[in-house]
Every structure is written in C-alpha cells, then in structure tokens.
C-alpha cells in the first residue's frame, strides 16, 4: 500500500479551510489568540487560498501568542487536481511527497499577529521577523485585558512579481482586505484549552485499534466519568505514561470511571501496529481508538498528552495538558464529588 496517508490530509484540509470559513459567515474566531475577525466576500470573491496554519500559544508562560496568515495561489481546481495526482495509483510515495511539499512551498506569507502580554519582547519578536522580511512593519492594531496585540506585515512586490494572473492582482486583493479587516477586528483576553473545552460535548463514531466500530455514546454512557487521553506514538512523555494510566485504568474501575485512549497519530502509516506494541508492552489494556476526523482542530489541541474528563453525555468537565500522573486521579475524585 502507498504511504500517502499525510499528504491526503494535509490536502484534505487545506481544501476544507475556505469553505469553513465561509459557513463561519466568513467569521474567523481564535479564541486561544483574542482574536476575531471577519473576511468580507471569501472565498467566492477570490481566486487563490488563504490558509491559518499557526495559531497558538508562543510561549511557557502565557505572555506570547502568534497567529501566522499566508495565501496560497492556488484556485479549488488545482487543489483537486492535486489530490488527484497524489492518489494516482502508478505514482510513487516519493512523487506524491514531493507534489506536496512542491504546493506547500508555493505559499506566500502575508503577516503575522502577536498577543502579547509581556510588550519587552515586542522588539526581539520584531527583529526576527525582519531578518527573513525585509521592509516589515510592525502595528499595534488592538488591546484588550492587559494584552496588546500588533500586526507584523511585509512587502510584497518580489512576491507578487513571481506569480502568475490572477493571483498576483488577487494575493494583494485579500492582503488588503486582511489589513482593513483587522483594523475592526475584535480582541479579548486568550482563552485557555479547558476555558474553551469545558461544557463541549464529545459525540463522534470511530473504530477501534482492532477495528471495531465505536460510538462514543455508548462507550461514554458506561462510567460515571471517562478519562479521554489524546496521545501518539511518536510522543515521548505519552509513551512513558502508558503503564501508569494501565494502573489508575484498574483503580478507577471501583469507582465506575474508565481510561480511553485517542490515538492522534492513527492515520500515520504503521502507528496503529505499533500502538498495539506500546499498550500491550505497558499492560495497558482499557479501549483505544482511532482519532475522529477534525478530533484536534474541534479541540484546538495544542500539545499531548491531553486528557478530558467526561461525564456519561460526553460532555467535557475539565482537562490536563500534559503527563500529570499525579493530576489525573485527584480532578476524578473532586469531579466525582460534585456529581
């Protein structure tokens, strides 16, 4: 079998932005950042792709966020195209890598926004963004709660001179209505993983690592409380975790609460075998499923392990970023408490 697995998605996604954002009412609200704006006549009144692949906390503490805004010249036809290609059953994983990472070079970077807490950092975070845009700005284009928020832009003319019609006319069209959208733009306070999480109700049908068709319904309506821990196999601390989580699975067990597992990496060509390995190596026994499609952008997962603890609706009533051993069992029994 081909391993074109990433490349499909990654396409898949890019393909879903604009039509996303259109059923938004054009509306795009970044609550992790503060940050909401609209984009007037996108995407119908436009030829090329914009794309938001960076939105996120910057920092340890909580002082930084980015959000990072480029454009793609590429029109719904030539993404399709380009799925097409990559699915092409006579070309190799190496071509259908390679067309990927051909479109992924193809964006052109417009701006990017920073929240920011802590403004003594305004300068460095500027500086590097100049090294790689020469003739950038830097504006402050809101405040809100403590944070200030500030737009590095950069000039575009050796960009646009490279593209073909009509996205050098339609690259400069969207940047300016980017700029004048944020002008008006609405700003806030960032809000954490849980702020946004919590009350979210999780409904979806996946399978099993063996296969086996889910609905989180049903696996959710068993215990009292379910522990979702979002982790993959290339993470580290995930991994490490594993036989301690096999153990809090067992003990929760009395007090009608379960571990369940959402493997993120599922789609990953191998990571489903080697999964199985990890979780029979560390005794872990307590179900495992493949991650629902949209499971992490609906989430806004940033980093894992990320655990959610569930009611029987599904329904989310905190969260742990990060392997907190010692968090885990504590917030069940303070969740239980309050039942």
């Known amino acids: 079998m081909k391993r074109t697995i990433l490349p499909v998605i990654l396409v898949l996604l890019l393909l879903l932005l604009p039509a996303a954002l259109a059923d938004e009412a054009r509306d795009v609200k970044l609550s992790n950042v ?18 938001i692949p960076y939105s996120e906390q910057a920092d340890n503490e909580g002082n930084v966020f980015l959000t990072y805004i480029q454009y ?33 070079n193809s964006a052109v970077p417009l701006m990017i926004i920073y929240t920011l807490r802590d403004e003594t950092q305004l300068n460095s975070l500027f500086d590097e963004w100049k090294k790689s845009n020469p003739g ?35 690259c400069q069209k969207i940047y300016d209505v980017l700029r004048e959208s944020l002008a008006h733009a609405e700003f806030f306070a960032p809000l954490s993983a849980e702020e946004q999480n919590n009350g979210k109700q999780l ?19 068993q215990h009292k409380i379910t522990m ?14 594993l036989p301690e989580l096999a153990n809090i699975h067992h003990r929760l067990a009395e007090k009608d609460c379960a571990i369940v597992g959402i493997l993120l990496d599922s789609e990953n060509p191998g990571a489903i075998e080697e999964a199985q ?16 499609e949209g499971f992490d952008m609906d989430l806004q997962i940033g980093s894992i392990p990320t655990s959610f603890m569930v009611d029987r609706n599904g329904v989310i009533l905190s969260s742990v ?7 885990y069992e504590p917030l069940i029994d303070s969740l239980l408490g309050q039942q």
């Open 34 to 51: 503060g940050l909401h704006f609209s984009i007037p006549g996108y995407p119908d009144a436009f030829a090329g792709m914009l794309d």
């Open 72 to 104: 793609y010249p590429k029109s719904s036809d030539d993404l399709a195209a380009l799925e097409s290609k990559i699915n092409d059953p006579d070309a190799s994983a190496e071509e259908s890598e390679n067309l990927v990472q051909e479109f992924v």
């Open 136 to 170: 950038a700005t830097s504006t402050e284009i809101g405040e809100a709660d403590g944070y200030h928020f500030y737009l590095f832009d950069r000039d575009l003319t050796e960009d646009l001179a490279g593209l073909k019609a009509p996205f050098a006319e339609d």
């Open 203 to 221: 409904s979806f049908v996946t399978n099993d690592l063996d296969g086996n068709p889910i609905s989180s319904d049903e696996l959710f309506a």
């Open 228 to 241: 979702v821990n979002v982790w993959a196999t290339w993470c580290p601390p995930c991994k490490a975790e």
């Open 277 to 292: 390995s990890l979780l029979k190596d560390a005794g872990a026994d307590y179900t495992n499923l493949l991650c629902p």
């Open 321 to 327: 970023v990060g392997a907190y051993i010692d968090q």
